[in-house]
C-alpha cells in the first residue's frame, strides 16, 4: 500500500481539510521563466495561445488545490501552508465544490485538438482528476459519513516525518497545527450525520492512535530543539488538542454511534462512476467480474503446484499451517525485513528488470500509530516537489503491546518467512519505493499531482509475480507459494470490493472468501474485509497488474527484438502514475483496451 498517494485526488481513508479562499496569485511582472524557477506551481513559458490558457487554469487550480488542503501540501513537499490546518467547514467544502466546476467549465472552453499529443495526456488527465474531486464531495460525501475524514494525524504527521527545513521551524508548524484542532473537529461535529457503524467503530480507533501519535512519536522527532518556551507551547498545544480529540471520541461514542446506521456500500452506479473517474475503467462490472474469477483459478492452481513442490502428496492446508508458524519473532519482525532489501534491490538490477536511479534507501519502521489499525505494510515517501527531505519508509504494522498472545501470533502469521519477501518486493524493491524514485522525472504538473491506483498499486503488485517469473528465488518454492498467497489475497480483494458494493456480499461472506480463497488468518481475514467498505476500489491492485502485464505484451509484440524490458519499465514509471489507457495512447499510440 502506498501511503504517500500524491495521485489520488481525494485518498479514500484520509480526507485533508478544505479551504474556501484561493491561494495567492503569482505576481504576473515576473518572467515566466523566473517564476518557474521560484515557483514549482507556475505555468511554463511558451506555447500557443491555447497552450497557454491550459497551462494557467492547470496552475491556478494546483495552487487553490494545495491552499485547500494544507496537510496535503506538506505531504507533497509544497512548504507555504505548513501552518494552517485548513478549513472543512460545510460552506468551505461548498466554495470549493463550486471552484471545481467552475475549472470544468472553463475546460470546455479550450480547443484541446490545439494541444500537443502530450499536453492532450495532461488534458484528460486533469479533466478527470477534477471531476473525480467533485463526485467525491458531492456524491461519495466522506466528510458527511466518515469520523476520519476528520483525523488530523496525517496534516501532523507530515511535519514530523520529513527532515526538510529546521526542526524548530517544523515543530512551530505542528504548534500552530493542533492549536486549529478544536475548531476542526468542531467541524466534523456539525458534517456528520448517519455513519455507517463500522467506520465510527474504526474511527474512534483511529483518533486513540492520534493521541498516542503525539504522546510518544513527536517528542523524540524533535529532540534537538532546546527551546523551554517552545516545548512549552507545545505541551499547551497538545493538551488542547488531545482534550478536543478526547471529547470528539466521547461524542462519537456517546451521541454519533447509537445513530450510525448509514450503508457503507455504493451502489453500481457510484461504483462505476468512481472506477471512471478515479481509473478512467469503464469496464461493465460483470465483466471484470469474470476476468477475476478466471485469474482467481490460474492463481489458485499455481499456489497448489507450489504447495505440491515444497510436500509431495501434503494437503494444501497443511503446507499452509507450516507457512503460518514459520515466522518471524514480535522483535525480529523489523530486523528480518531490513535484511531483505538488499537482495531484492541487487537482483531488480542486475537481471535488468528495472534499474535503480538512486543509491538512497528506503529505510524500514513500525507504521505509525495514528495509521496501525488499518495498515499491513506500506510505503510513505516523499512528495514529488520536496527539495530538501528524501527520507522513504517501509512500514510494518508490529503487534501492540496490550494483544493477547492469540492475537499476536495470528497477526505474525501474515508476515512469514515466505510471504514477507513478496510484501517486501511490493513496498520497496522493485515496487512503491522504486516508483517514487522515476516519478520525480514525471513531465508537467499534472502528472506530479495526479494519477491513478491502479497504476501505483498495480505496479507494485505486478512486481511480485514478475520478479519471480523473471527468475528471482527461481528455485525456492516456498517463495513461489508465498508470492501466490499474497496474490490470491488481490484476487480475493478484487471479487470482494465489487460484489460488496454492487452485488450484495455481506460483510462475514467477505470474511469468509478471504480464508477460503486466500486462506488467511481469521484476524486478518477481517482487516482485510472490513477494507472494502473504507477502500471500495481495492480491486485496483489487480486491475492494474494486469492491465500492465497486457500492455508489456502488447508492447513486446509491436516492438519484436528492440523490446527491452527494463527500459519498457522505466517508461512506465517515468510517466508517474498515468491511468494504463494513457499509457497505451504514449506507447503505443492507440486507445485500445487494457484488458
Known amino acids: 500500500m502506498l501511503r504517500r498517494f500524491a495521485m489520488s485526488a481525494f485518498p479514500a481513508l484520509a480526507l485533508a481539510a478544505l479551504l474556501a479562499s484561493p491561494a495567492g496569485a503569482v505576481s504576473k511582472s515576473r518572467p515566466a521563466a523566473a517564476r518557474a524557477a521560484a515557483d514549482p506551481l507556475a505555468p511554463p513559458a511558451g506555447g500557443n495561445s491555447t497552450e497557454r490558457r491550459f497551462w494557467l487554469l492547470v496552475s491556478d487550480w494546483t495552487r487553490y488545490f494545495f491552499a485547500a488542503r494544507p496537510g496535503y501540501a506538506t505531504m507533497q513537499g509544497i512548504h507555504r501552508y505548513d501552518s494552517q490546518l485548513g478549513d472543512y467547514s460545510r460552506a468551505a467544502i461548498d466554495g470549493y465544490v463550486a471552484r471545481a466546476r467552475r475549472v470544468l467549465a472553463d475546460l470546455k472552453t479550450i480547443d484541446r485538438s490545439r494541444l500537443t499529443a502530450s499536453e492532450r495526456i495532461d488534458f484528460d488527465l486533469f479533466q478527470s482528476g477534477v471531476e473525480g474531486q467533485v463526485f467525491d464531495l458531492t456524491e461519495i460525501r466522506r466528510w458527511e459519513n466518515d469520523p476520519s475524514s476528520y483525523n488530523y494525524a496525517e496534516s501532523i504527521y507530515g511535519l514530523v516525518a520529513r527532515t526538510y527545513g529546521t526542526p524548530r521551524a517544523r515543530l512551530t508548524a505542528v504548534i500552530s497545527r493542533l492549536n486549529q484542532v478544536p475548531r476542526f473537529l468542531e467541524a466534523g461535529k456539525r458534517n456528520l450525520v448517519n455513519p455507517p457503524e463500522l467506520f465510527t467503530r474504526f474511527a474512534g480507533e483511529d483518533f486513540e492512535g492520534t ?26 498545544a497538545k493538551k488542547q488538542a488531545v482534550d478536543a480529540t478526547k471529547s470528539f ?10 445513530r450510525s446506521h448509514g450503508s457503507y456500500v455504493l451502489g453500481e452506479e457510484r461504483y462505476r462512476k468512481k472506477l471512471l473517474y478515479e481509473e478512467m475503467v469503464d469496464i461493465p462490472l460483470d465483466s471484470l467480474l469474470a476476468t477475476g474469477e478466471r485469474e482467481l483459478q490460474r492463481l489458485e492452481a499455481r499456489y497448489a ?18 507457512m503460518r508458524r514459520d515466522h518471524p519473532t514480535a522483535a525480529g519482525l523489523i530486523p528480518y525485513a531490513e535484511g531483505l532489501l538488499e537482495a531484492e534491490r541487487s537482483y531488480a538490477i542486475s537481471s535488468h528488470f528495472i534499474d535503480v536511479p538512486s543509491e538512497v534507501r528506503c529505510k524500514v519502521r513500525p507504521t505509525p500509530s495514528f495509521d496501525a489499525s488499518r495498515s499491513f505494510a506500506s510505503l510513505d515517501s516523499p512528495g514529488p516537489f520536496e527539495k530538501e527531505a528524501n527520507e522513504a519508509y517501509y512500514n510494518i504494522t508490529v503487534p501492540e503491546a496490550d494483544w493477547d498472545s492469540a492475537h499476536v501470533e495470528q497477526h505474525l502469521q501474515g508476515f512469514s518467512h515466505w510471504t514477507l519477501p513478496s510484501v517486501s518486493l511490493h513496498e520497496a524493491y522493485p515496487g512503491h519505493y522504486v516508483h517514487f ?7 508537467g504538473l499534472v502528472r506530479k499531482t495526479m494519477g491513478c491506483g491502479s497504476m501505483a498499486e498495480g505496479w507494485a503488485f505486478y512486481c511480485e509475480e514478475g520478479m ?14 508465498g508470492v501466490m498467497r499474497w496474490a490470491l489475497v488481490r484476487a480475493c480483494r478484487f471479487q470482494v470490493g465489487i460484489r460488496v458494493h454492487t452485488r450484495g456480499m455481506t460483510m462475514d461472506q467477505a470474511i469468509a472468501y478471504f480464508v477460503d480463497h486466500a486462506h488467511m488468518e481469521r484476524a486478518n481475514a477481517e482487516r482485510e474485509a472490513y477494507r472494502a467498505a473504507f477502500d471500495p476500489t481495492y480491486i485496483v491492485y489487480m486491475l492494474g497488474a494486469l492491465q500492465i502485464r497486457k500492455l508489456r505484451d502488447d508492447v513486446a509484440r509491436a516492438e519484436g527484438a528492440k523490446f527491452d524490458l527494463a527500459r519498457f519499465h522505466a517508461s512506465l514509471l517515468s510517466e508517474g502514475a498515468l491511468p494504463v489507457a494513457l499509457l497505451r495512447r504514449i506507447l503505443l499510440n492507440d486507445s485500445g483496451p487494457s484488458l
Open 305 to 322: 503446484a507450489a504447495a505440491a513442490k515444497i510436500h509431495p502428496g501434503a494437503t494444501l492446508e497443511e503446507v499452509t499451517q507450516e
Open 468 to 481: 519471480l517469473d523473471h527468475g528471482y528465488r527461481k528455485d525456492d518454492p516456498k517463495f513461489e507459494f
Open 437 to 443: 524514485l522515476y516519478s520525480k522525472r514525471a513531465p
Open 249 to 258: 471520541i466521547q461524542w462519537m461514542q456517546a451521541d454519533l454511534l447509537p
Open 211 to 236: 493521541i498516542e501519535f503525539l504522546d510518544k512519536e513527536i517528542p523524540p522527532a524533535f529532540a534537538s530543539v532546546k527551546d523551554r518556551a517552545l516545548w512549552a507551547r507545545y505541551n499547551a
